[in-house]
């Protein structure tokens, strides 16, 4: 059986720029990674992509880096078309997300990528959480992941 991991981590100080590539990073519970300027007390601290959907996009725009999509973990091999909001994702060790929302509108305007290949991931297929449990993180690290508990 295949592992799930972390393919990439990526951060930036600003928000709308592109973000760059990091080995490690430290999650802190109910606010995001830190030096990550979308870590903060709102439901979007952390944003998740597919390694795969980021191929597809490179099938056009092969000098596409990670980060482009200003993405913070990018995944590989967990097929993130079946997390649904309030499922956990334990990453590594210690790193527990809450997914609270899927997809988000692009900008106006579209963005770099969407006028270069005529449409954008992200609204779709990106995923955003908020931290439930801190901790270390690393490229490479295993992801499993945890369904919703109804009450």
């Given at each position: 059986m295949i592992e799930a991991t972390v393919e990439a981590i990526?951060?930036?100080n600003k928000k709308g720029i592109v973000k760059r590539e990091t080995e490690e990073v430290f999650f802190?519970?109910?606010w995001g990674i830190?030096?990550?300027?979308?870590?903060?007390k709102w439901h979007r601290q952390v944003s998740l992509l597919a390694g795969e959907s980021i191929d597809r996009v490179k099938?056009?725009?092969?000098?596409?880096k990670n980060g482009a999509f200003a993405e913070n973990i990018i995944t590989r091999d967990i097929d993130l078309?079946?997390?649904k909001i309030g499922d956990q994702l334990h990453l590594g060790k210690d790193v527990i997300l809450e997914i609270t929302q899927i997809g988000k509108k692009c900008h106006n305007d579209g963005c770099a990528i969407k006028k270069a290949?005529?449409?954008?991931?992200?609204?779709?297929?990106?995923?955003?959480?908020?931290v439930i449990s801190g901790g270390s993180l690393q490229k490479g690290d295993v992801i499993r992941k945890s369904l919703q508990i109804s009450s």
């Open positions: 990526c951060i930036s802190e519970n109910n830190e030096q990550d300027a979308h870590a903060g099938e056009k725009l092969p000098t596409l078309t079946d997390v290949t005529g449409d954008c991931i992200m609204p779709k297929e990106g995923l955003f959480a908020r």
